[in-house]
């Protein structure tokens, strides 16, 4: 069983930045890719980024390219999602979640997953 505890989230002005973390309790975060999604309401869960277990291969939404960086320190069990010059549109709520398998961008790849974190870009 592994659980995941979002934080980071906030209001930030456009162009702004904030840092998500993603504490993780469970064994087998260390051998685990981890990725980011979110959600606005009344749409589906969409992809941000993902992060191999070593930290070597990232994944980025189209996006995101070139404003979020993903990282992870895997002696304290987190993931990060750095996320700078942001816009209204990145407005959401941010979800952490282990993969298990299949398509890293892909919602049902994923096993478990944080309760999210709300973050909120004014104009």
């Known amino acids: 069983q592994v659980q995941l505890v979002e934080s980071g989230g906030g209001l930030v002005q456009a162009g702004g930045s904030l840092r998500l973390s993603c504490a993780a309790s469970?064994?087998?975060?260390?051998?685990?890719?981890m990725g980011w999604f979110r959600q606005i309401p009344g749409q589906e869960r969409a992809f941000v980024a993902a992060?191999?277990?070593?930290?070597?291969?990232?994944y980025y939404a189209v996006s995101v390219k070139g404003r979020f960086t993903i990282s992870r320190d895997n002696a304290k069990n987190t993931v990060y999602l750095q996320m700078n010059s942001l816009k209204p549109e990145d407005t959401a709520l941010y979800y952490c979640a282990t993969h298990n398998s299949g398509d890293v961008a892909l919602v049902a790849a994923y096993n478990y997953w944080g309760q999210g974190t709300q973050v909120t870009v004014s104009s």
């Open positions: 469970g064994r087998t975060f260390s051998r685990s890719t």
């Open positions: 992060i191999t277990w070593s930290g070597a291969i990232t």
